[in-house]
Antibody
Framework: QVQLVESGGGVVQPGRSLRLSCVAS????????IHWVRQAPGKGLDWVAI????????YYADSVKGRFTISRDNSKNTLYLQMNSLRAEDTAVYYC????????????WGQGTLVTVSS | EIVLTQSPGTLSLSPGERATLSCRAS???????LAWYQQKPGQAPRLLIY???SRATGIPDRFSGSGSGTDFTLTISRLEPEDFAVYYC???????????FGQGTKLEIK
């Protein structure tokens, strides 16, 4: 079955960097675009970024543009999120989510990894 | 950027009742690009409805979606105990490419 497993979260100081990973299994990873979506503690869902199946197209929320970079390694079935210049407001659970077919709907989700930005 | 506003913020109902959740967009959204998700505490969201009215795989037929333009509705015909959760609407578009969620409606047991 489809499985997405995020890792790399933790506590980081403001201004520092962190890289998240999402390892996929159970489906042809290289055929699907993948999102990053985050959720601050007790808050709603917040879209972060999406990358196309081949990694050529990437789109970002304005709140992370220029600070975060989404990438993928299809040979390793792995999605990444490089987060630089982290701010307190980036504190959240970060989910990776596979799209439904060729849409931007989020059909399958990982369990999330918590990023806490605090001094 | 399209802003989605969900109402009510909290809906208190009893099992067996009908739930009607609203999602209003700040500008017109193609029906093809509107979805609803359910999230239970400690869990990732789950896709319920896409294309405004199509049920995702495995979603019971008590869940239905409708609407067009700027007004969309998620209806749960007869609430089951497992339906009490937070519900989010989501839209995406191509000009410019992007995606946004509503702030959520919490459906709680009365």
């Amino acid at each position: 079955q489809v499985q997405l497993v995020e890792s790399g979260g933790g506590v980081v100081q403001p201004g520092r960097s962190l890289r998240l990973s999402c390892v996929a299994s159970g489906f042809p990873f290289s055929n699907y675009a993948i999102h990053w979506v985050r959720q601050a503690p007790g808050k709603g869902l917040d879209w972060v970024a999406i990358i196309s199946y081949d990694g050529k197209n990437k789109y970002y929320a304005d709140s992370v543009k220029g600070r975060f970079t989404i990438s993928r390694d299809n040979s390793k079935n792995t999605l990444y999120l490089q987060m630089n210049s982290l701010r307190a407001e980036d504190t959240a659970v970060y989910y990776c989510a596979r799209v439904l077919s060729t849409t931007w709907y989020m059909d399958d989700w990982g369990q999330g990894t918590l990023v806490t930005v605090s001094s | 950027e399209i802003v989605l506003t969900q109402s009510p913020g909290t809906l208190s109902l009893s099992p067996g009742e009908r739930a009607t959740l609203s999602c209003r967009a700040s500008q017109s959204v193609s029906s093809s690009y509107l979805a609803w998700y359910q999230q239970k505490p400690g869990q990732a969201p789950r896709l319920l409805i896409y294309g405004a009215s199509s049920r995702a795989t495995g979603i019971p037929d008590r869940f239905s979606g409708s609407g067009s333009g700027t007004d969309f509705t998620l209806t749960i015909s007869r609430l089951e105990p497992e339906d009490f959760a937070v519900y989010y609407c989501q839209q995406y578009g191509s000009s410019p490419p992007g995606c946004s969620f509503g702030q959520g409606t919490k459906l709680e047991i009365k």
